[in-house]
């Protein structure tokens, strides 16, 4: 039996493939399909980030301004699920809004025109959410590609994206020399308790508000945090000055993760420190921290995620612990026109 086309999205940019679908969200049966293809396109890359059925449902669970019906386009060739388009929107905390597209295809998929029909819905899509927001602050389409993956950085460069900045994942091989760095005086590292957990999430909260183009934190990422299996406070370095949070560094073990590449590797999940308190070597010393923690859990290697553009110069203190580039993704940007309206879908 032929199941009814009821959730079919009109691309009118859908390439002549047999077998190929345009649809809605399903639910929770679309995770397991989703993730795949996600895991696929990040090893044809060669990036250390894992995504499975299970951090895929909790990702859904609390994701912010994001409607999965509307701004969710899954993708099927054959009745399989072979990739997935989502948009996001954030307010930023000093800027423009922001209009996020995530965007991702099985490799074996690649260059048939399929990401170029993804784009140009994501885009229709981005723009109505724009001119949905209330207010006149100025909104901007974002995008990211892995740098591995030069095909989808030159349908990017066709569609009139601009570079941004650059991202890269870096890994720390051997976790057999880590340095022994000092704390700066007056500085106290606490083992952090349930009591505390929200106040340091709070603090690093301010200090990535930072970062370039860092959208607000809101509940939705304090619920993904807390909802996180692999959320660990032990192997986090968290310091006081007096009663002040003042920084920190988060470290994060997933068994999956590693199963899945045949490491015993560890994720540097958050390295922050609070204004007041940076440029006296705090980072350095909880960083080096952490990873003797992650070694004496039985990690041989760390790695970890950096903006190329990070103002806190976190390129060259992550070097200088050992640390090596591995693999890059660049960033994208669009302006949205000032006089966008709201693009209506064909049905």
């Known amino acids: 039996m032929t199941t009814p086309l009821i959730d079919e999205i009109h691309v009118p940019e859908r390439p002549d493939i047999a077998g190929l679908r345009f649809r809605h969200f399903r639910g929770p049966v679309d995770y397991a399909g989703m993730a795949a293809a996600n895991q ?41 699920i072979i990739g997935y388009g989502r948009v996001e929107w954030r307010e930023a905390i000093d800027g423009p809004r ?26 229709r899509r981005m723009l109505a959410i724009a001119a949905s927001l ?6 901007v389409m974002r995008g990211w590609t892995w740098d591995g993956d030069a095909g989808a950085g030159a349908l990017f460069e066709r569609q009139g994206w601009t570079r941004e900045g650059r991202g890269y994942e870096m890994i720390r091989p051997t976790l057999d020399d880590v340095p022994d760095v000092p704390l700066p005086d007056h500085f106290e590292i606490r083992l952090v308790g349930p009591a505390d957990d929200r106040r340091v999430w709070d603090a690093s909260a301010e200090a990535f508000s930072d970062e370039r183009g860092e959208g607000a934190w809101g509940e ?11 959320r660990d406070p032990s192997l986090w370095a968290v310091a006081f000055f007096g009663d002040e949070v003042a920084g920190g560094v988060h470290g994060r073990i997933d068994p999956d993760e590693n199963a899945h590449h045949g490491v015993q590797q560890g994720l540097i999940a958050g390295v922050w420190t609070r204004r007041p308190y940076r440029r006296r070597g705090l980072a350095r010393a909880l960083l080096s921290r952490v990873l003797v923690l992650l070694r004496d859990r039985g990690m041989t290697s760390a790695y970890l995620g950096v903006d190329g553009l990070n103002p806190n110069q976190a390129l060259d203190l992550y070097e200088s612990l050992g640390f090596r580039i591995h693999t890059s993704e660049t960033d994208w940007s669009k302006p949205v026109p000032h006089d966008a309206a709201p693009v209506e879908e064909a049905p």
Not at 110 to 123: D, N, T
Not at 134 to 139: H, I, N
């Open 40 to 80: 696929a396109a990040r090893d044809a890359t060669g990036t250390l980030d894992f995504v499975n059925e299970e951090s895929m449902a909790r990702q859904y669970a609390t994701l912010v301004n994001s409607d999965v019906h509307d701004d969710l386009l899954i993708v099927e060739l054959g009745g399989a």
């Open 220 to 230: 939705g990422d304090w619920e993904r945090h807390i909802a996180d299996p692999h």
């Open 134 to 139: 209330p207010g006149d602050t100025p909104s």
């Open 98 to 123: 922001y209009v996020n597209a995530i965007c991702l295809l099985h490799p074996d998929q690649r260059r048939r025109g399929i990401g170029s029909a993804m784009l140009a819905w994501q885009e």
